[in-house]
């Protein structure tokens, strides 16, 4: 199979094709495609990761089976593994005739002996029958894997209607395993035959002790035994043959797989397990969490075991493991190990290193950061008053998400669009910023361009958060009479709600060249006397704030006379 799928690289026709660059984005499509996905960026990226083929799952289509295909591509005059991909290519591969060809009964077969092909959907078993009626059909979960292996048991043969003894191993590569089965009755009736056939010589050597002499009869006797003796011989060599090759399948696994019974010590760790905590995989049976990482570590991955023991489902947690002196990032995924007693009785967690895409990521904020930190000082350098603003208005609004009980992701977003909503008033002049008097139609339209303006600037900058959408709606009032879209209530997003009061208040409390600011309260009274306008939840956190110690030092040396 892998064999095929490499063929597949190179030689197979598909309907749609993009190319991803390293920071996962798409650059190039081929004509008539969809949209890419994250399922593409995410299979990209493995293939950038790993520089080899990934595999997706197989999906049926209107062109039938076809299996997404990402290919690292490597620099001109570059040797593959010496330097790093420079793009990858994402096809769907249709693989229909290829894969019946592979199923196809060999002329060695014995009767009821059928290859069978499954993929793994999350918690679901999918046969694969290419050229079937139905192409993707589900199973039973007894066909589920254990780690990587789907246990020798009876369970329903391919036609249904019967049952088979079978057995499972992974394919590299993509989420298949290839499941070998024998029918049951088959084998009963070929086990029933030698029952039969040792009854008849049985008989045989009876009679022929009784005609002829009982030296012939223990002739046979003797070459029999040697025939069902090299029978088990064959059959246990051909058992072993199988234990090594799905051992060699197991062994070459680079995720990190261990089996914990149910005190927490380790029963059996896969080589790369080993390897990453610096042991051989014989001293690691028998020790927990805590002597291979230490007491912290052994306490925060024993709280995913205890959800994942409780829940009967599995459990992935992110956690931060330092090894060799080195802080590593891991993806652990636990699910309950059953036994043949259908009992629960340990633990089976694989384990990712995702260090090097935490890494990226992080390098990723501090660029954008960075970014908001440059447009910022541009800010300053054009005018003082809008810096200082954008910066009190991104602290008021900090706190009130805070009091509000916004996530981790609200909080950010708020803080970037914050010291960012003045950045699009650059290209306001200045005069009519510092005009006394009210503004007529036309000025009053040139002054709200500035969310067009911020818009311009800050569209190509990739925040993966809607720090944009914040920044734009935070003109928008409840009752529909903001700017520009004329939004209303729940059609504004929450940050931009937080983001709009918090701006008008600090915009009222804090003096500028043509004006003094009033007093806080003065600004809090405005806002709730415009309940319309403004969630009255929102004004009351603010309120909250606004006589605290972080608020107290927001508005410290404002002067308002």
Known sequence: IERVLTDFVVSSDFQTGYL??????????????APSTPQHKALAAQSFESRAPAYGTATLSVAGLGMDIAVPIFASQTEIGEAAPVAALLFNAQI????????????LAKAGEVLRLVQIN???????????????????????????????AQRSADSDTSTAYSIGSAVSGPPWWVVQEFDSAALDDELAGFANTAIALAALVVLAIIAVFGAFWWRLNNEHNHALADQFRRLAARIEAQKRLLDSINNSIADHIGLKALDGRYRYVNPAFAKAVGRDTQSVIGMDDTALFGAGTGERLKISDNQALSSGTPVTVSEEIYLDSRLRYFQMSKVPFVGEGKEVSGIVSVTRDITELVEQQQKKERAVQQTVQALVRAIELRDPYLAGHSRRV?????????????????????????NLSQIGKL????????????????????????LDNAAAVLRDIDFELPVLETLYQMHERLDGLGYPKGLKGDDIHLTSQILGACDVFCARI????????IAPEEALEILEENSTRYAAKIVAALREVTVSVSGEKLMAGLGRS
């Open 510 to 517: 804090e003096p500028r060249s043509y004006r003094s600011g």
């Open 20 to 33: 991803f660059a390293r920071d996962g984005s798409p650059y190039a499509a081929s004509a008539g495609a």
């Open 96 to 107: 229909s005739g290829s894969l019946a060809e592979i199923l196809a009964a060999h002329p």
């Open 394 to 418: 991104a602290g008021f609004a900090v706190a009130t998400a805070k009091r509000l009980g916004c996530d981790a992701g609200e909080i950010l977003t708020l803080e970037m669009a914050a």
């Open 122 to 152: 999350g918690d679901k078993a999918v046969q694969i029958r290419p050229g079937g009626a139905v192409p993707l059909s589900p199973l039973d979960p007894d066909y589920l894997p254990v780690g990587n292996r789907i246990a020798f």
């Open 427 to 450: 290209a306001v002049p200045r005069a009519l910023l510092n005009k006394s008097g009210r503004f007529d139609e036309t000025e009053i339209g040139i002054i709200e361009q500035h």
